[in-house]
Structure formats: C-alpha cells, structure tokens
C-alpha cells in the first residue's frame, strides 16, 4: 500500500509539473499609437508550444501608451504616453498601472506630466527608486522618483539639450547599466551616445568624465542591449542602417570595436532601424528593419563580436518592436503599419526565426513585453 502511494504521488507530482510548466502559457503587454479615447493597452496570452497568442482584454491607459516598463516586484507598470500634450498641459504622459496576475485585472494608480513632452522610452532604475524618460521629439530627458510603494512622485531632473544650426537632438532610449552603475542615452539627431551617473539623494543626473561619445555622422543611433555582464554594448542605428559593438572598458567608457550592415548587399530602399534583443541563450542578437522589413540575425561570438547569421522576412510591415518569448523558442514582431504582431519560431541551433506561425490583429504596436 505505501509503494502504491508513492507510486501515485509521483505520477500526480510530475503531471503537476508538466502541465504548470511545460503547458503554461505566459502573459504579455502590447501597447501602441492609439488615439484618446480608444483602449490602446492589450494584455495577451502566449502558448509557447505553438506559437498562439491570443488577446484577453483592453485597457484604457490613455493615449498613445507607446512603450512600457514594469516594477514586476510591484507589479506595477509604467507607461509612457507618446504625445506634446498630457491632459490639457504641455508634456508626455506617465501612467502608473497595477496588475494582478491572479485574476488579470488591471487599476489605475495615478497620471503624472512629464517636462516637455514627445517620449518615446522609458526605464526603470536598478534600485527601482527612479524611472528615466528619452523625449524624442524635444531633445530632453526627465528623471522621476517613486515613493515607498513604486508610484511615481515627483520629477527630479529634466535637461533640455541645446540645438545649434541642423544639429538637432533626438534623445531615443535612456537605460541604466547591468552593474548600475553608469546610464546611457542615445541621441539619433546628433549622433551621439551620452553617459551619466545618477545622484540618488537628488535623482539628479551627472554627465560622466569622458562621457559623450560621438559616432560617425549619420549613424542615427536608436536602441542598444547590453550582454549579461556588461561589458559589451550593441547600438543598432536607424539611419546609418548599422550595428555597432562596443567594449565597456574602465568606469563605463565605451570602445567601438565593429560596426556592421544590417542590410542584405544590394539593398537599395529605404531603411529605418529599430529595435534589438540578445536572445535567451546568449548566443545570437537580433535587430529589426523598417523598409527591408526583415530581422536580422548575429552570432555573438567569445569576444562578444558579431558575425552575420542570416536575414528574415518579419511577417508585416514596419517592425517597430519585438521581444523574445521567456522559453526562448519564438520571437514577436510589433509591425506598426501592417497593424498586427506576427511570431515567428526560432530554430534553436541556427539562431534564425523561420515564417510566421501565427499572426494576430492590434492596432500600431508599439511595444511588446512579456510579464516578468
């Protein structure tokens, strides 16, 4: 009778954790470019046996809820509102959802003004006591703190970067550092990458010794990842239509080291970069065309340089965004004029996503971020 009962438990363990494990599904975000009063914040079931993602419900989080983060230990996430003008004031919006991953239901915290407005990203401090605001359209940056529960507060700095003659900046993603020590800006309009260290006592930002450096003209730089450790940086640039891989060397400087196409030869349209993601294993990077419409595909090799691994199709038009699913078997494409996410399945030893196998409708994403 005891063998029997053993016997039984494991075969109930086992099925138990077949089913909440390999089965499970996940839940990611999307947000986009909707208009006021539409609801423009979807939350999202994913099947990572298959590929299905299938769409649980809407939410209102203002307009334009064009990119995300989240304070995951909260389960708050923060959205920025992409517009020049926040409920009758001047400024891009910031607004504070909570989360219950039990039932899947979403409240409202609270609506901030962001100074000058036109952001375009936003991420969260590794002491989770900050947020950081790139504002595309008015060459700025803001720093808000949190209170004691993650909501935000107050803004603590904003600097508005001067324009001289056709120089004009276009901050496009501010993000801190793995160690969290140093944070980084990349600056599109006057091609440029700027370093600051953040006084916490203030939320103040301090441009760093040696900390701006300046690409070749034209590069556009847009995003960039960090490897694991730290000491690489990948900057995908919109207009250059180019990869570069930096070394992070002594107190954060960063080294160029390679810059790559990411282009097919003989590419003759216009192209656009956009996003880029190492993915789950560390092995490859990935990075989005617009005008090619493809994902790019780099093996990463032991020095953390990049060899081409292949080009695909992104199963829409104007890939914005994309993410790769936590089991790291499907990469998502926002594609923001096609109006749909198309998941495509990676092929595990290449790297290389093949076509779609699923596709589902939203309106112009513009960020995709599974629930973490």
Request: charged share 20%; aromatic share 10%.
């Amino acid at each position: 009778m005891k063998k029997y009962s053993v016997l039984v438990y494991s075969l109930l363990f086992f099925t138990g954790l077949f089913s909440t494990g390999c089965r499970e599904n996940s839940i990611f975000f999307a947000g986009g470019f909707s208009n006021e009063g539409e609801k423009g914040f979807s939350v999202f079931k994913f099947d990572n046996r298959n590929g299905i993602a299938e769409k649980i419900s809407d939410w209102d989080a203002g307009t334009k809820p064009a990119f995300f983060c989240y304070n995951s230990k909260r389960n708050l996430i923060y959205i920025l509102n992409e517009v020049m003008e926040f409920r009758g004031t001047p400024g891009s919006g910031l607004t504070t959802l909570e989360y219950d991953p039990l039932n899947n239901l979403i409240k409202k915290r609270n609506e901030i003004l962001v100074p000058y407005g036109g952001s375009c990203h936003i991420s969260l401090s590794a002491d989770k006591q900050f947020l950081f605001f790139a504002n595309y359209a008015t060459g700025s940056v803001a720093v808000v703190g949190l209170d004691e529960n993650g909501i935000p507060e107050r803004v603590t700095d904003s600097i508005l970067y001067a324009t001289e003659a056709q120089d004009v900046s276009h901050p496009h993603m501010i993000l801190q550092d793995p160690s969290g020590k140093h944070i980084y800006l990349t600056d599109l309009g006057l091609d440029r990458i700027v370093k600051y260290d953040l006084d916490t006592s203030t939320g103040k930002l301090i441009q760093s010794e040696n900390g701006i450096i300046e690409l070749s003209e034209g590069s556009g730089p847009r995003h960039f990842v960090f490897n694991p450790d730290g000491s690489q940086l990948y900057v995908i640039n919109e207009l250059g239509s180019t990869l570069m891989v930096f070394n992070v060397v002594e107190n954060g400087v960063l080294k160029l080291v390679q810059t790559l196409p990411t282009v097919k030869p003989g590419f003759e349209g216009k192209n656009f970069c956009a996003d880029i993601h190492i993915g789950t294993n560390n092995k490859f990077l990935y990075g989005s065309n617009r005008g090619e419409n493809s994902i790019v595909v780099f093996r990463i090799e032991g020095d953390g340089t990049l060899t081409l691994a292949g080009s695909v199709s992104c199963g829409g038009d104007w890939p914005r965004n994309f993410i790769i699913d936590p089991s790291g078997k499907f990469l998502l494409v926002g594609n923001q004029r096609s109006d749909n996410i198309s998941v495509l399945r990676i092929n595990r030893k290449t790297g290389i996503p093949g076509k779609p196998v699923s596709n589902t409708s939203l309106k112009a994403p513009g960020c995709i971020r599974f629930w973490e």
